[in-house]
């Protein structure tokens, strides 16, 4: 007898959950507050970010997630482009830390690159002062708002998942998933809810060791005839702010001087990066503000500072600003990626992948329930 699936959320955690509930044969069926996913899943830059990860589990499960965005993009003819990604230096303390992990991560394939190679993987690279760059072939851009959108179409057809949108759940109690005065039942339930899941298990979620991130990003307009940037782009205060590059041992000293030289970048957690989408618009951000009770107003001050970060690594033809937004997720504060729970038999949360929800969770929901059903 075929068993049933609840997953309650449409995002990118509820969306790897559901696929990988379907194809462990489970009738499928996911619930969505809103009318279409609106939340942390759309607000980012759309990077799959191996390159983040640390070597062992965590890198692991970005490979292959990486494998899982690439399988379900050519399926469900979603853009998606395989353009790599490429850390820059502008001094010479940068380019030690580009050195230490290119000899630190050579299984990985990274290149250290001169400075004329680096403007010729990326034309929009400023030219003075460029002492060269890391290039990595792993990183995939797809653009979230329309990925995330594309995604239950797919799901749909290929897997029978059916999809409610406006119901928004007000209680489970294993069997019955409420919305409201609907019930649904199911074997299993799976709660993805992402930010809003201490709505439903208040009690759970006030004894994590748990906070909530507050980001600001931005949209530049789309650029003028066809021209990309080639590989995703970071400058160098995107060095102190992932794990994997923790690696290299000369990054303590290039902290000392960030934190003399950027006290106002490294208090609103900032560091600079730019990914260009199908249309050619290129996102840029972002910044990391931490608190059980984000601020809702974004402050143009953090997006100034990001501005004038990215005009020190980056020139692009047409710099006009399109939108601007906030996104809020949930992150551990203990040095943990996921949380997962069980609240009662038959209920699984699943939640807070460390702000790289795009990067880990087709990996990391895939091996959870391949290894627990």
């Known amino acids: 007898m075929t ?4 997953v309650v959320g449409a995002g990118i955690v509820g969306l790897a959950t ?3 509930l379907a194809e462990k044969g489970f009738t499928v069926t996911v619930v969505e507050r809103t009318q279409k996913a609106v939340g942390a899943s759309i607000r980012n830059f759309g990077m799959i970010w191996p390159i983040g990860q640390p070597d062992g589990t965590l890198y692991e499960t970005a490979k292959l997630s990486r ?3 690439k399988q379900v993009c050519s399926e469900a003819n979603i853009w998606h482009d395989e353009v790599g990604s490429l850390h820059t230096a502008y001094e010479a303390d940068e380019y030690r830390v580009l050195e230490e992990l290119a000899a630190t991560y050579t299984h990985r394939g990274y ?3 001169t400075p004329d190679a680096t403007r010729e993987l990326s034309p929009a690279t400023a030219e003075k002062n460029l002492k060269g760059g890391l290039y990595s072939p792993e990183e995939m851009i797809v653009d979230p708002r329309k990925a995330i959108a594309a995604i239950p179409g797919w799901l749909q ?5 059916n999809f409610l949108w406006g119901k928004a759940v007000t209680k489970v109690a294993h069997p019955a998933v409420h919305a409201g005065d609907e019930v649904f039942y199911a074997d299993l339930i799976y709660v993805c809810s992402g930010a809003d899941f201490e709505t439903l298990y208040p009690d759970m979620y006030a004894a994590l060791p748990i906070t909530k991130c507050k980001l600001q990003m931005m949209r530049l307009q789309a650029q003028p005839d066809n021209w990309r940037i080639g590989p995703a782009l970071c400058g160098a205060l995107s060095l102190a702010h992932y794990q994997a590059f923790k690696a290299a041992s000369s990054l303590s000293t290039l902290m000392t001087r960030f934190e003399s030289q950027y006290p106002d970048y490294l ?3 900032i560091h600079v990066m730019v990914s260009q989408n199908q249309a050619g618009e ?3 951000g972002d ?3 931490y608190g059980l009770n984000p601020d809702p107003f974004d402050r143009s001050v953090i997006n100034k500072l990001i501005l004038d970060y990215l005009d020190s690594f980056a020139t692009f033809k047409q710099p006009a600003i399109i939108e601007t937004w906030n996104g809020i997720y949930p992150k551990l504060t203990n040095g943990e990626a996921n949380i997962v729970l069980h609240p009662e038999s038959g209920v699984t949360v699943i939640n807070g992948l460390g702000g790289a929800g795009m990067t880990l969770s087709f990996g990391f929901c895939d091996q959870l329930i391949k290894n627990s059903i």
Not at 3 to 6: G, L, M, T, V
């Open 287 to 289: 910044s990391h503000e």
């Open 282 to 284: 290129l996102t840029v």
């Open 267 to 269: 208090k609103h957690g």
């Open 3 to 6: 068993k049933s699936a609840i």
């Open 157 to 161: 057809e290929k897997y029978k998942v």
């Open 111 to 113: 290149k250290l690159v």
């Open 67 to 69: 494998r899982i965005w």
């Open 18 to 20: 559901a696929k990988a």
